[in-house]
C-alpha cells in the first residue's frame, strides 16, 4: 500500500505507529479528521495477519468514526487505533501503560475507548498515562463499558429498520440471525428475546455461542452458515467486510441490522442490497450508541443525558430512510450525505482566523 497516496484520496490527518519492545506493544493511531473537534474512536486489539491489513483497519475505522461522530451530532472528530496481537494471550499491563504515553503525545488530539478485544480494565490501565481516555471504570466518573450502551442503540436501530421494512417496529415473532455473540451482541440479544424475537447465533467461539443458546434459546449454527439461514434479520456483530460478492447472493433477510463497523465490503456491495431492496441501517449511524455514551463524559457524565441521545438513533436512521427515497440514493450514501454536510457547514463557520492562546509575536 501506497500509505500517502491512500491517505491522500481519503484525506487523512494523522498516522502515528507506535512501538514498545519491553511490552511488545505495536500500536497503529489513525486520525482522520478533527474538524468538528478532538478524534474519538476505540481501540481494537486483534491478530492481523499483516501489517499493511492493520494499518488498512485503522484507516478504515478511523474514517468511520468521522462520519460516525458527525451523523450522531457529537463535536468530535474521527480516529481509531488497532494494536495487533492476541487479546487472550498478548496483553499485559505495561503494554497499555506504554500506549497510554503515546495518546499523551498527541495532547488531546485523539481520545480513545474500548472495541474489540480491548475491556475497561485495559482503560484503566492506559488512564494511568493519561486523561485521553473514556470508557474506565465508574468510580473515576466514567460511563464505564459502552457496549450495553451500543446494543441498545443497535436494538433501537432495527426496530426503525424493521418499522421501514415491515410497516411495523415490533421485533416479536421475527428470525435474527447473530453473527458474533460478543460485548454488544450479547446484550442485543437480551433485547431482542425479552421481545420475543427468534434467535439464531454463531461465533468462532463456542462458549459464546452456548451462553446465548443457554440464556436465550438461541438456535446455534457454525460460523459460515449464518449466511444462509432464513431469516427477517441478519444483524452483523463481528468483524467488517461480511456484505460481499460471496454473501450477497445468500443472505435472505430484507434487513441488515447490526453493531459491526465497515460491514460493506466496499461500496458497491451497498448499491447491490438497495438495489435488491433490502433495508440497511448503515453501520457508524446505528451502532453509535457506545461512542455517544463516552463522549458524555467528555461534559460531565450524566447517563439520563447520554441514554436521550442513543434513543434518537431510531429517528436519525428514519431520517436516513427518508433522505434515501427523496433522493433515490442507497441508504450508506444517504447517511453519508448527512454527515458530510455538518463537517462542511462547521468547517465554513471557522474558516476565520481566530487567535486562542499566544501569539507568536507576544513572545519577544
Ligand atoms: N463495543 C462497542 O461499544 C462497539 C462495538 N462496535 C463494533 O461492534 C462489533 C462487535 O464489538 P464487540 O461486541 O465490542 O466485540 P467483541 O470482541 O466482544 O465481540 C465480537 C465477537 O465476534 C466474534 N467473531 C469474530 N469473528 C467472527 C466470525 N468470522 N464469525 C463469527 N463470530 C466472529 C468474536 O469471537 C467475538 O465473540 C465490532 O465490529 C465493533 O467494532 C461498534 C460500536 C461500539
Ligand atoms: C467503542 C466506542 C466507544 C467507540 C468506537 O470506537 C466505535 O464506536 O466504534
Not at 206 to 224: L, N, T, Y
Not at 266 to 271: I, Q
Not at 311 to 320: A, K, P, Q, S, T
Request: hydrophobic share 35%; with cysteine.
Amino acid at each position: 500500500m501506497e500509505i500517502f497516496t491512500y491517505m491522500e484520496k481519503y484525506d487523512y490527518e494523522q498516522l502515528v505507529f507506535c512501538q514498545d519492545k519491553n511490552s511488545g506493544l505495536k500500536a497503529i493511531i489513525a486520525i482522520h479528521d478533527t474538524t468538528l473537534g478532538p478524534a474519538l474512536g476505540g481501540t481494537r486489539m486483534w491478530t492481523y495477519n499483516s501489517e499493511e491489513e492493520a494499518i488498512e483497519d485503522a484507516l478504515r475505522l478511523a474514517k468511520g468514526m468521522t462520519y460516525k461522530n458527525a451523523a450522531a451530532g457529537l463535536n468530535l472528530g474521527g480516529g481509531k487505533t488497532v494494536i495487533i496481537g492476541d487479546p487472550r494471550k498478548d496483553k499485559n499491563p505495561e503494554m497499555f501503560r506504554a500506549f497510554g504515553r503515546y495518546i499523551q503525545g498527541l495532547n488531546g488530539r485523539y481520545i480513545t475507548a474500548e472495541d474489540v478485544g480491548t475491556t475497561v480494565q485495559d482503560m484503566d490501565l492506559i488512564h494511568m498515562e493519561t486523561d485521553f481516555v473514556t470508557g474506565i471504570s465508574p468510580e473515576f466518573g466514567s460511563s464505564g463499558n459502552p457496549s450495553p450502551i451500543t446494543a441498545y442503540g443497535v436494538y433501537k436501530g432495527m426496530k426503525a429498520a424493521a418499522m421501514e421494512a415491515y410497516g411495523d417496529d415490533s421485533l416479536e415473532g421475527k428470525v435474527v440471525a447473530v453473527q458474533g455473540v460478543g460485548n454488544v451482541a450479547y446484550t442485543l440479544c437480551e433485547h431482542l428475546h425479552k421481545e420475543g424475537a427468534k434467535l439464531v447465533v454463531t461465533d468462532i467461539h463456542k462458549e459464546a455461542v452456548q451462553r446465548a443458546v443457554d440464556a436465550f434459546g438461541a438456535e446455534a449454527v457454525d460460523p459460515d452458515d449464518i449466511y444462509d439461514v432464513d431469516c427477517d434479520i441478519y444483524a452483523p456483530c463481528a468483524l467488517g467486510a461480511t456484505i460481499n460478492d460471496d454473501t450477497i447472493p445468500r443472505l435472505k433477510a430484507k434487513v441488515i441490522a447490526g453493531s459491526a463497523n465497515n460491514q460493506l465490503k466496499s461500496t458497491k456491495h451497498g448499491d447491490i442490497i438497495h438495489e435488491k431492496g433490502v433495508v440497511y441501517a448503515p453501520d457508524y449511524v446505528i451502532n453509535s450508541g457506545g461512542v455517544i455514551n463516552v463522549a458524555d463524559e467528555l461534559n460531565g457524565y450524566s447517563q439520563a443525558r447520554a441514554m436521550k441521545k442513543v434513543e434518537g438513533i431510531y429517528d436519525n436512521l428514519m431520517n436516513v430512510f427518508k433522505i434515501s427515497k427523496r433522493d433515490n440514493v442507497p441508504t450508506y450514501v444517504a447517511a453519508d450525505r448527512m454527515a458530510e454536510e455538518r463537517i462542511q457547514s462547521v468547517s465554513k463557520s471557522r474558516n476565520q482566523f481566530l487567535l486562542n492562546g499566544h501569539h507568536t509575536l507576544s513572545r519577544r
